[in-house]
Structure formats: C-alpha cells, structure tokens
C-alpha cells in the first residue's frame, strides 16, 4: 500500500509520474520542448535524417541501458521543430548523423559527441556522459568559417572571437547582430561605413559578430 506523509512524498510522487510519462526515446517534438529545456534536463540527441539507419538501432539500444542517467532523444534536421533545435546546437543537414549533449542550464551548454560516428556504443556514450560531467570534454560552440576580409566592418566569428576582440594590443568594437532582426538591418550599412572611415587606425577594429550562426564562451 501507498502511505502518504506530506509534502516529501508529493514531491516524490509528482517527479515519478512526471518521469514516467517521458519515453525512453524521444522523438523530438513540441511536446518535449518543456521536459527539456522547462526543466533543464540534460539531453543526449543523436540527428540523422535516416531512420532506417543501424544507427538508430544503437542509439535506441544504449537508450534502454542509460535510462535515467540522461534524456535520450532522436531528431531530424530538415523540417518543422526539429530543424530548429538542429539549428540552435549547430548541425545542419551536412552534419548528420551526428550526437550532441545539450546542457540546459543556465548557460545553455552543448558538447559533440568527439569520436567517429561508427565508435558509437552503449560504452562510448555511457563515456561520453561521464566525461561531460568530470570536465574532460568542452563545451562545443557555434562558428562560421573564418572568412576573407574584405571592406566594411571586420567579420568576426566564434573561432577567431578569441584572436580579434581579445586582443590586447588593439581597441575592438564590436556588433552583435542577429540577420533577419529590423533595427541590425538599419545599423549594417552604418556601421560598414563607420569600419570603413577608421580603416586606416591600426590599433582599432570596428567588428561585427553574427550571434545566430557563431558562439564565444
């Protein structure tokens, strides 16, 4: 029989029934937008857009052995919800089928998974998880190609973040701009031609950094 004892045991109770109701697989959708980022759980997603793939064999398999250490979850990339969680932890179509770690926290952490998609096991993911834990795998951020500069403002991106505006020898300006926001769009030409006014100011850098597709830490 069920004893009930106050609020410890209602607690107990509601994250029973609220972990009970979460498969243990996720076919990602709308409905697990809040068990996940609601509730900060920490999900690993394998992306493919292959469902017939042995892949999803493996990972549904490591699934059952895992359960209750981390949410496992399976994604596309090319349409609907799906496509935008690919883009938000930075996998596009070319990326597949790959694992990433989404942490989110509150600072929103992602790891990709750092060995070769055919070493993907039960063992190497349970390793993968404790390794995120331990600090032994980084976090994995966005970033472009570096790209040829050209005229107007310096384009920065998540793997020259750190050489460009870090740089202490140099004053680094910087905008952080999202393409498809109203009042970016108004600045950009500005802005190129204030980058273009200074260009001949060694020591300062007018830049620009297009958070959608890039991350610093």
């Given at each position: 029989?069920?004893?009930?004892s106050?609020?410890a045991d209602?607690?107990?109770?509601?994250?029973?029934?609220?972990e009970?109701?979460?498969?243990t697989?996720?076919?990602?959708?709308?409905?697990y937008?809040?068990?996940?980022f609601?509730k900060?759980?920490?999900?690993?997603?394998?992306f493919?857009n292959d469902?017939d793939s042995?892949y999803?064999t493996v990972?549904?398999?490591?699934?059952k052995?895992?359960?209750g250490e981390?949410l496992f979850?399976?994604?596309?990339?090319k349409?609907g919800?799906?496509a935008r969680?690919a883009?938000?932890?930075?996998v596009d179509d070319?990326?597949?089928?790959?694992v990433r770690?989404l942490?989110?926290?509150?600072?929103?952490?992602?790891?990709?998974?750092?060995s070769?998609?055919e070493s993907?096991?039960?063992e190497?993911?349970?390793?993968?998880?404790a390794d995120?834990?331990s600090?032994?795998v980084?976090?994995?951020?966005?970033?472009?190609p570096?790209p040829?500069?050209?005229?107007g403002?310096y384009v920065v991106?998540?793997?020259s973040?750190?050489?460009v505006?870090m740089?202490?020898?140099k004053?680094?300006?910087v905008?952080y701009?999202a393409?498809?926001?109203?009042?970016c769009?108004?600045?950009?030409?500005?802005?190129d031609?204030?980058?273009?006014?200074y260009?001949?100011?060694?020591d300062?850098?007018?830049?620009?950094?297009d958070?959608?597709?890039n991350e610093?830490?």
């Open positions: 029989p069920l004893h009930y106050g609020a209602a607690a107990a109770i509601k994250t029973f029934a609220e009970s109701s979460v498969p697989l996720i076919d990602f959708s709308e409905d937008i809040e068990p996940i609601g900060g759980k920490d999900a690993i997603i394998f493919s469902k042995a999803h990972f549904a398999e490591a699934a052995s895992l359960k981390i979850v399976q994604s596309g990339t349409d919800i799906q969680l883009e938000f932890v930075g070319s990326a597949t089928p790959c770690v942490a989110p926290g509150e600072e929103m952490k992602k790891y990709a998974f750092p070769a998609i993907m096991s039960t190497s993911l349970k390793t993968f998880i995120i834990r600090g032994a980084k976090p994995h951020l966005k970033s472009e570096i040829e500069q050209t005229t403002a991106v998540g793997n973040f750190e050489d505006v740089d202490s020898t004053d680094v300006l905008k701009y393409p498809w926001c109203g009042h769009k108004k600045l950009a030409p500005v802005w031609e204030l980058a273009d006014s260009a001949g100011v060694e300062l850098v007018i830049a620009k950094f958070a959608t597709t610093v830490a």
